[in-house]
């Protein structure tokens, strides 16, 4: 069973940054990972995701903004999120595959972002 725990949500004013951390317990090593978010009435979309190898993709209203990054010696992954909008206000999720773990990966709990105008 693998735990992901979240951190580093908060409120920010635009133009500010914040970084999310994701790190997985466990004896699980974390491979591909991606980052979500679901605002209030909105689905949830996939923001960032960074595979094994390292290859990035991005949600096209985040690049240039935001980077993730896999630090495989503390098993996390982090997202760089840059110059803040009101529109990035939302719950954020890791997601992440594991090497031998369930197929369907884990979810993290979730942490929340609030970007003030």
């Known amino acids: 069973q693998v735990q992901l725990v979240e951190s580093g949500g908060g409120l920010v004013q635009a133009g500010e940054s914040l970084r999310l951390s994701c790190s997985a317990s466990?004896?699980?090593?974390?491979?591909?990972a991606g980052w979500y978010r679901q605002a209030p009435g909105k689905q949830r979309e996939m923001v960032a995701h960074?595979?094994?190898?390292?290859?990035?993709s991005y949600l096209d209203s985040v690049k240039g903004r935001f980077t993730v990054s896999r630090d495989s010696a503390k098993n996390m992954v982090n997202l760089q999120m840059n110059s803040l909008k009101p529109e990035d206000t939302a719950v954020y999720l890791c997601?992440?595959?594991?090497?031998?773990?369930?197929?369907?990966?884990?979810w993290g709990q979730g942490t929340q972002v609030i970007v003030s105008t």
């Open positions: 997601h992440v595959f594991t090497v031998t773990g369930d197929p369907r990966g884990y």
């Open positions: 466990g004896n699980e090593l974390i491979n591909a």
């Open positions: 960074v595979t094994r190898s390292g290859s990035t």
